[in-house]
């Protein structure tokens, strides 16, 4: 029977979300040494991308279980036990795309995806940035509003992506690979907004 702790556990919480943050960078580098390898070694940056995920996985688990055996928290437990599930959904979109750019056949890496890697990675980072503020409720709202910012660059690459596959002369089973590839693309970046969105709710409850 796991024992409760009545001696809040702070340091050990924000060491996770850091954690977090810090295997949410290395899945979007993971993400982009396929892109620009590919296909060399496709299979094994791969499964490299899905150690990561793996990784994000037991961190959730870690601070979901110190939650449920922390009588008092360094803030709202609803809020927490949030902002370790928008944290790993990064992780999980990251690693669906990887695997389908793999399982698809694709022969070719489309520069939007490229560039939509790189935002997911720089979004990536600058949560990593919010999430070192959180400790203390430091003000982020620079490196939140920034993170917005670059999911909005990421809709542009998005919307160009699946444009230029209707404009030009694609087979249709190339239109219908990439199209999903985008979207998941584009999963992992809106989910790095939501992350914004949970963070920026804990900070203006705890101000």
């Keep these: 029977m796991a024992r409760l702790t009545l001696i809040p556990q702070k340091r050990e919480f924000f060491d996770l979300y850091n ?16 892109l620009d390898r590919f296909p060399d070694g496709a299979d ?16 959730r688990h870690e601070i979901v279980d110190l939650i449920n055996r922390t009588f008092v928290t360094p803030f709202d437990r609803d809020d927490m036990y949030r902002l370790s599930g928008v944290l790993d959904d990064i ?22 995806a490229r560039g939509q890697a790189q935002v997911i990675r720089r ?13 203390g409720f430091k003000d982020s709202k620079r490196e939140l509003i920034e ?4 999911e909005d660059e990421g809709d542009l690459l998005v919307h160009d992506g699946v ?8 087979d249709p ?6 199209k999903d590839i985008h979207e998941g693309l584009e999963d ?6 939501n992350a914004a969105d949970v963070l920026e709710a804990i900070l203006v409850k705890n101000r």
């Design 44 to 59: 094994d940056l791969a499964r490299e991308v899905k150690e990561l995920e793996h990784e994000g996985d037991r961190i």
């Design 123 to 135: 979004a990536g980072g600058k949560l990593a940035e919010a999430i070192g503020r959180l400790e």
């Design 188 to 193: 992992a970046v809106d989910a790095c907004e």
């Design 173 to 178: 089973l190339t239109v219908i690979r990439w």
């Design 147 to 150: 993170l917005r910012e670059l």
């Design 19 to 34: 954690r977090a943050a810090e295997n949410i960078v290395a899945i979007a580098e993971g993400l982009i040494e396929l």
């Design 163 to 170: 444009a230029s596959l209707f404009s030009g002369d694609a």
């Design 91 to 112: 992780c999980d979109h990251v690693d669906e795309a990887a695997g389908k750019i793999v399982s698809y056949g694709v022969v070719e890496i489309r520069q939007q």
